[in-house]
C-alpha cells in the first residue's frame, strides 16, 4: 500500500548539478527517516545521505559539502540537491524510507532507483 516514487535522475557533465525527489504515496501514518542510497554495477549499494523525521541529516564522507539532503513532511517527500558532481557519482540511485502505517507499526521501503551519469 505504499510506494515510492523517485525522479530527477539523468545524464550531467562533471561540475553539474541534479536534483532528486523521492516521494511515499499510499496511506502514511509516520515516516521515522526517509534517505538515498546507491549502487553501481557490481558494487555494494552504499548510503549517501539520510534525514529523520526530527530534521536530523547524516551523509557519507564522499557527499559532504556537495549533496544537500531535505524534506517536505506534508507532502512525505524527501529531496536529494546534488552539486558539483564527479564521474565517481555514477550510480543508480534508491531511496528508502521508514514508514508506520496503520497496519505496520515499521517498515523498510524501496523506490525502484533512478539513473544517475555523471561523464567527464
Known amino acids: 500500500q505504499v510506494q515510492l516514487v523517485e525522479s530527477g535522475g539523468g545524464l550531467v557533465q562533471a561540475g553539474g548539478s541534479l536534483r532528486l525527489s523521492c516521494a511515499a504515496s499510499?496511506?502514511?501514518?509516520?515516516?521515522?527517516?526517509m534517505g538515498w542510497y546507491r549502487q553501481a554495477p557490481g558494487k555494494q549499494r552504499e548510503l549517501v545521505a539520510v534525514?529523520?523525521?526530527?530534521?536530523?541529516?547524516n551523509y557519507a564522507d564522499s557527499a559532504k559539502g556537495r549533496f544537500t539532503i531535505s524534506s517536505d513532511n506534508a507532502k512525505n517527500t524527501v529531496i536529494l540537491q546534488m552539486s558539483s558532481l564527479k564521474p565517481e557519482d555514477t550510480a543508480v540511485y534508491y531511496c528508502?524510507?521508514?514508514?508506520?502505517?496503520?497496519?505496520?507499526?515499521?517498515?523498510?521501503?524501496w523506490g525502484k532507483g533512478t539513473l544517475v551519469t555523471v561523464s567527464s
Open positions: 528508502n524510507a521508514q514508514i508506520q502505517t496503520l497496519s505496520r507499526p515499521s517498515a523498510d521501503y
Open positions: 499510499g496511506i502514511v501514518f509516520n515516516i521515522n527517516a
Open positions: 534525514i529523520t523525521k526530527g530534521g536530523s541529516t
